[in-house]
């Protein structure tokens, strides 16, 4: 019986296919064969497209926990270090915010799958950039030499610029500097002290330094008692 012509025309690439569909077959069917595996990550949790003049005004959890299911062999080769959740908030505006993270959210290789995670939602506050001079309140500490008092306390430039949530800038009415002692003065003096940006998302934008001077004074002295007048005896 004669074998048709179309068994025997090219027969390399005959073969060549059956091996790529052999190998295919084998591949496919090994993955049905391995076994499903589950573990769980502490991946950080990532900030992306923040809208412009914008900022997180409140903390967040630097990560979050998942769970994954795979093939044994995908998970045993994951790189922990590469796994990410990305938090996205290109369409987000001002206020305050909740984002429920979703599996799309991890990017995990394609036969991996998220199938939990915690916490699945992220409660935030995007408020806008803004800025404000505010007055600055140099902090005394300590007690000078006996007899001495502080008199006053200025600084200069007296106000600094904070650039900051302006949800936060609005309440500001001044802001401190670091702690500057009077302890064992006996006389006027002048020192550079920093200015602090406390708050969350704070920081000093002009008059970072300022100069203050303390200016000391003797306590006044108490005035004597007086004394009582003699009765004159009557003649």
Known sequence: MAIPRVFVRNPGSKVLALAIALAVWFSLSEERRERTSERSYHVPLSIVNIPPHSLIASPLPPSVDVRLRGPFTALRQLEPDKLEAVLDLSSAEPGER????????V??????????????????????????????????????VPGMRVASVRAAPPVARIAGP???LARMTSVPTVPISVDGRGATFSTPAAVLSSGSGLRVRQGQVVNVTVVL???????????????????
Do not use: C, M, W
């Open 98 to 105: 909740v984002y429920r993270l979703t599996p799309e959210d």
């Open 107 to 144: 990017n995990t290789p394609p036969d991996v799958e998220v199938i939990a995670l915690a916490p699945q939602e992220i409660h935030f506050l995007l408020d806008t950039l803004g800025e404000k001079e505010v007055a600055v309140a140099p902090q005394v500490t300590g007690d000078p």
């Open 166 to 168: 302006a949800g936060v």
């Open 217 to 235: 004074e003797a306590e006044p002295t108490p005035p004597a008692a007086a004394t009582p007048a003699r009765r004159r005896n009557a003649s």
